[in-house]
């Protein structure tokens, strides 16, 4: 959970973009299990109605019987458990709902900001973003597949007492627990209105009367309290416990606190911009109980998403309890806490009476069978700060530096002379070689889901970074939720990373660790050829590559425009000349293409072979063609979209070239304003001659 070394904290993404929908409640008795205690005694006390809801005792406490086989697969270790896991504990109609949006708002606020109009919560019902676990593990082996696809830090939420916990999230100091509880009557009142639209015929006297000894959902209610409150004396630091009435109360304040439990406190620039408030407004009762998503019945759930959404006004009892039910449960309360260590005391925790009111190592899987779908990346300095900047320092000479190559270079225009390097065959910018010299002796640490956009300079790559990452992420980012997809703020290059810059700091130890801290599937680019690129990427049958190309004299005319940025006195005759000999920026130029023409060849799985002039094209669904989702995407990368945008006007303090430099309209044909007829004819054809045989042309 740590911010060091540049790294950021991203948050959860919403469980249902990842895994599809949350799981359903069913009706059957689960088989007799081992742990469930044999006190049909107990059970035959229990009024008919009681039953009917399908109350279960295991392990001394009673549980929804829907509950218990979830419970038991993650007592046996079908829950894995992984670094930076959050997990939300509640009795039913405690304010769960609520604790959902606002952790999932707090840790997700960076990639998702709670003022923008595309916020998850805003599409999903909060139970949608956080999975609850008993029923998710319910079905064993599907449960522990579904949260492996889930990126770090997960977020997710349980009914069980802390007793019924397993050790590797009780007592794992790298997980984190959040506990909510509420005033026993005033919750009580609650569950007895949600529980009454499977029973509706349910007199709230016996659910009182049950809850007296100990039988609801949960329950016994002191013990399922008593629990998280005595782990949050033991461990403050791991278990956070917090009450429903005190965030009615102070709802900033105890957001604050919650943030810094999970080490990703509010900055004072957040605090300034009023980013607690917006969520506090994202998360009102209001604003959620009014969305279209939470009006909804849901073709999948027993329970409307509507039933989630009662507004929980504390002292709400007095309208359903005579005085002496409530003295009854307070004396009871009261009996329950006494003489316990330690002692909740009034002034600093909850007495709950009347007088006291959060791949591949553990990735997504990109299969979309077994109810898994890819939510796809996310921003990558979102997750690990500014993106790498050009230097203008030249490297020590690495290994496989062509030696022959230095009078070459010393004949080049000063404007390229003094950042173009040949390394093993190929012409790369200086600043390039240390990374991939880093990359190609092992720093890079594929993972499976992996997806390589490899280009020349100049050949479409803003663009085809931001058509890629708007394609793969649109399950996280819908590309129609304009204000609030991340590439409305963020420049292509800052969602997805040029590993050649990455890697050039530190031996490469930086941008390992940077690339670690991405969700997969990890979206990056390249200008390295095909040859330079390790096996573990170029033979991984488990990683993608996405190449483009150009027109070769359009790209030229492309780069020259963009090299003159920092040298405005050289001549495109000059670039024309060297590209010819096969000098330019990732040259040769035939070089470049053919190496991931004829991988596209060999495995066309894993290679995929684009051209500037073609549109770019993932695989969509039906549903999402009809929907017109290639065409909201299509809009949302515009040149003219992408131009305008503020972010992309602006310089940009730390990098070399500012952020505009990377929007030029590149029409096709337009080398017919800058070449001669000459120069155009011995362009084509050297690239005829280069490509010959290949069956790649260029029109």
Known sequence: METANGLAIVG??????????????????????D????????????????KRPGL????????AQVWVPGVVAIQQGSFVPRRGDVVLASQPKCGTTWLKALAFATMARVAYPPAHAGHPLLRLNPHDCVPFMEMLFADGALGNRKMDALPSPRLMSTHMPHALLPASIRDNPDCKIIYICREPKDMLISLWHFTRRFVPDRAFSDMFEDACQGASFAGPIWDHVLGYWNASKDSPERVLFLRYEEILRDPVENVKKLARFVQQPFSPAEEAAGVIKDIVRLCSFDRMKGLEVNKKAGSNYVFPNSSYFRRGEAGDWTNHMTPEMAQRLDA????????????PQRSSVPR??????ETHSRTYSMETANGLAIVGPVPFTDVCGARPDPVATMPNKPDGEDDSAAAAAAALPSGISRVLRCYQGAWLASEWVPGIVAIQQGSFVPRRGDVVLASQPKCGTTWLKALAFATMARGAYPPAHDAGHPLLRLNPHDCVPFIDMLFADGGGATGSRKMDALPSPRIMNTHMHH????????????????HICREPKDMLVSLWQFTR?????????DVFEHACEGVSFSGPIWDHVLGYWNASKKSPDTVLFLKYEEILRLPLSPAEEAAGVAEDIVRLCSFDKLKGLEVNKQAGSRYLFPNNSYFRRGEPGDWANHMT????????????NKLQGSGLFFA
């Open 12 to 33: 959860p993404v919403p469980f249902t973009d990842v895994c599809g929908a949350r799981p359903d409640l069913v009706a059957t008795t689960p088989n007799e299990l």
């Open 35 to 50: 742990g469930e205690e044999d006190d049909s005694a107990a059970a035959s006390e229990l009024t008919t109605a009681a």
């Open 56 to 63: 279960r005792l295991y392990q001394g406490a009673w549980l």
């Open 332 to 343: 009871i309360m009261e009996e329950k806490l006494q003489g316990l260590s330690p002692m």
């Open 352 to 357: 709950i009476t009347q007088r006291s009111v």
């Open 531 to 546: 040859a330079l690129l390790p096996a573990s990427i170029s033979d991984n049958p488990d990683c993608k590559i996405i």
């Open 565 to 573: 940025k920092f040298d405005a006195n050289l001549a495109f005759s």
């Open 677 to 688: 007829p000459e120069m155009a004819r011995r362009l084509d054809a050297i690239m005829e």
